[in-house]
């Protein structure tokens, strides 16, 4: 086998294989820079709290529907949503910070979701629902995640400024007039629908995997905002390709990989990045004063 057989066949023989690829570019486009976000707001594990908030909605969705696109989503837009809000409130009117007011409602979420699927369906669809479908990604499901990364973009774009000014000083964004809480929600429901459009390729186990470390290991790439943005999306989508080959060609599950490989670079960025990396670190600390 030649190399360009090995890196390209997959994708030039089969159907699947391109659904699965344009699927996660679509998903790394949109939910990346999102993860940058949170890692900027300090919130980088609601990211996994969110998408553990979804799986109730999205259990009873299949208990309705079965794998219905629609149910599914409506589902766990509905319950991201609402556990979003219920973590808001807590936070304003308690003392309990949001981090830990989502960590306690995702692990309700979380409970709750998979004793519907179990008790309502097989272990097969438990796994479904878990750790995605990616190989079977249809062309619905590739249309709706495409639409939601687009709507991002386009939202990201549009709220970029006030988007970055409450990641690093959210008093200043309400003291000069900024409407501090909308942008919030704003942001909050964008997490929310990219882990919804997600978690039909990746599970809801694993769609955090492709926001948050493609997110972390831009740090070590970029300084500026944007450029961590356009790194994540780039690393996300070379994850992708590399998971989705390592699956093809050793037979193994395509989710588990693909957060692998982004693991895997993420400990690379750690190791070797431009910037803050141990490598340039130790660079630094040798260079003469």
């Given at each position: 086998m030649t190399l360009v057989e090995f890196f390209a066949s997959p994708f030039a023989d089969y159907g699947f294989m391109r659904r699965a690829m344009v699927g996660c570019l679509a998903l790394s486009l949109g939910a990346c820079p999102l993860g940058v976000l949170l890692v900027l707001r300090r919130m980088s594990l609601v990211g996994d709290a969110m998408s553990h908030a979804i799986l109730p909605g999205a259990a009873v969705g299949f208990l309705i529907a079965g794998f219905s696109l629609f149910a599914m989503t409506v589902g766990g837009i509905v319950t991201g949503l609402l556990v979003a809000g219920l973590a808001g409130m807590v936070s304003r009117f308690t003392p309990l910070r949001e981090d830990a007011s989502f960590a306690a409602f995702y692990l309700a979420s979380l409970g709750i979701g998979?004793?519907?699927?179990?008790?309502?369906?097989?272990?097969?669809?438990?796994?479904?629902?878990?750790?995605?479908?990616?190989?079977?990604?249809?062309?619905?499901?590739?249309?709706?995640?495409?639409?939601?990364?687009?709507?991002?973009?386009?939202?990201?774009?549009?709220?970029?400024?006030?988007?970055?000014?409450?990641?690093?000083?959210?008093?200043?964004?309400?003291?000069?007039?900024?409407?501090?809480?909308?942008?919030?929600?704003?942001?909050?429901?964008?997490?929310?629908?990219?882990?919804?459009?997600?978690?039909?390729?990746?599970?809801?186990?694993?769609?955090?995997?492709?926001?948050?470390?493609?997110?972390?290991?831009?740090?070590?790439?970029?300084?500026?905002?944007?450029?961590?943005?356009?790194?994540?999306?780039?690393?996300?989508?070379?994850?992708?390709?590399?998971?989705?080959?390592?699956?093809?060609h050793q037979n193994l599950p395509a989710s588990p990989a693909i957060i692998l490989s982004a693991s895997v670079i993420y400990a690379l960025s750690v190791l070797v990045g431009r910037i803050d990396s141990v490598m340039a670190r130790s660079i630094q600390l040798r260079r003469p004063i």
């Open positions: 998979v004793l519907l699927v179990s008790v309502h369906g097989s272990n097969v669809d438990l796994l479904h629902v878990l750790f995605g479908t990616v190989l079977a990604l249809d062309d619905p499901a590739i249309l709706l995640i495409a639409g939601i990364a687009t709507a991002t973009l386009v939202l990201l774009a549009l709220l970029y400024r006030p988007l970055v000014a409450e990641c690093l000083d959210p008093q200043f964004l309400r003291a000069v007039g900024g409407s501090g809480g909308f942008v919030h929600m704003a942001f909050i429901s964008l997490v929310v629908l990219n882990l919804v459009g997600g978690f039909q390729a990746l599970g809801t186990l694993m769609v955090v995997g492709i926001m948050m470390l493609p997110a972390t290991a831009s740090r070590f790439w970029s300084a500026s905002v944007t450029g961590q943005m356009i790194m994540s999306s780039a690393i996300g989508i070379v994850s992708s390709y590399v998971g989705l080959l390592i699956s093809f």
